[in-house]
């Protein structure tokens, strides 16, 4: 995932809240995105 801004517009603070927003992925539906 990419995020792409200005600074200031809260890109670091959205890549830390990522893994509490996501849904968990299984190891075979990563594979699957690469």
Not at 1 to 29: D, F, N, Q, V, W
Request: net charge negative; glycine share 8%.
């Amino acid at each position: 995932m990419l995020l792409a801004g200005s600074p200031g517009t809260g890109k670091t603070l959205l890549a830390h809240a990522l893994p509490c927003i996501l849904p968990e992925m299984s190891r075979e539906y990563i594979e699957v995105l690469l």
